[in-house]
């Protein structure tokens, strides 16, 4: 196991007991996969895969298939491979330590890209649109999973998500941007609340648990009050506003 890298220790702590880092419940997954309809020999891509937990229910799911994952977590890459062994897939794919721009200049020719949460990692919305689409094979699938905006979100909000209103638009707005970008959208879901209450609930109880027992580490406090705060704001505002879209889109 890699010692957690300290650019990412808040995010790995607080994602401890999760295997998708997303509001996504099993189920929802299951069904995301099981629409992409992957032909014999497809290779996926995950763009900012984190423990690579949807890539490796694709490998299962389609037994033909090969994975590349890419993230800069080295704890959660770690998951992912040990995840891999134990699933008897770790032949089938490629778990890589990179920023996901410097590897997708010299990587393409994909069946098939999933980028959920991460469209960060390439800068934003429109840069993982744009880079998906030239790395994505004609006929390529991308699944998205982005937030949106339920309604207008208020200053306090803002102020503790750290965001502009304008980083995101609405549900409708993320699958136009797709089509402005050149896809069609094939399908959309929207994470429910029992998906929200788990993630955030799991999120929340991680960092106080870990935070209890590592109490002379020097970020606990901080650790524990920003869990304590971000889970507030999740409950007062955060229900109501902030939503996340899965968008399965085909590069033409
Ligand atoms: C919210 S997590 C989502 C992880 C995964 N897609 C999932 O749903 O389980 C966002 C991921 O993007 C990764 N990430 C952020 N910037 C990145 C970059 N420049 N290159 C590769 N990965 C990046 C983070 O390390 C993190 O694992």
Redesign the pocket.
């Known amino acids: 196991m890699s010692a957690v890298d300290a650019r990412?220790k808040a995010?790995t702590i607080g994602?401890a007991d999760?295997?998708?880092?997303?509001p996504?419940s099993a189920e929802k997954a299951a069904r995301l996969i099981d629409l992409l309809e992957l032909r014999p020999g497809a290779r996926v891509l995950?763009?900012?895969?984190?423990?690579?937990?949807?890539l490796l229910d694709i490998l299962a799911r389609y037994p033909d298939a090969t994975g590349v994952g890419?993230?800069?977590?080295a704890s959660?890459l770690d998951e992912g491979e040990a995840d891999a062994q134990d699933r008897g897939l770790a032949d089938r794919v490629a778990l890589i330590d990179?920023?996901?721009?410097?590897?997708l200049a010299n990587d393409d020719g994909f069946a098939a890209a999933?980028?959920?949460?991460?469209s960060?990692?390439?800068g934003d919305y429109a840069g993982l649109l744009a880079t998906a689409f030239a790395v994505l094979d004609p006929g390529g699938l991308l699944l998205v999973?982005e937030g949106y905006w339920r309604q207008q979100p208020n200053r306090a909000y803002l102020a503790v998500l750290g965001a502009d209103e304008e980083d995101m638009t609405d549900h409708a707005g993320n699958a136009e941007r797709a089509i402005r970008a050149g896809f069609q959208v094939l399908y959309t879901a929207t994470a429910n609340a029992d998906e929200w209450d788990e993630y955030e609930g799991l999120y929340c109880r991680a960092k106080l648990r870990w935070a209890a027992a590592n109490p002379r580490d020097p970020d606990a406090a901080a650790i524990a009050a920003d869990a304590q705060r971000w889970h507030d704001a999740y409950l007062r505002w955060g229900r109501q506003t902030l939503g996340f879209g899965y968008y399965l889109l085909r590069r033409p």
Do not use: Y
């Open positions: 990412f995010t994602h999760h295997r998708f880092c997303s996504l995950d763009i900012g895969c984190g423990k690579a937990a949807l890419v993230d800069l977590n959660f990179e920023d996901a721009t410097l590897h999933l980028c959920l949460g991460a960060h990692a390439l999973g």
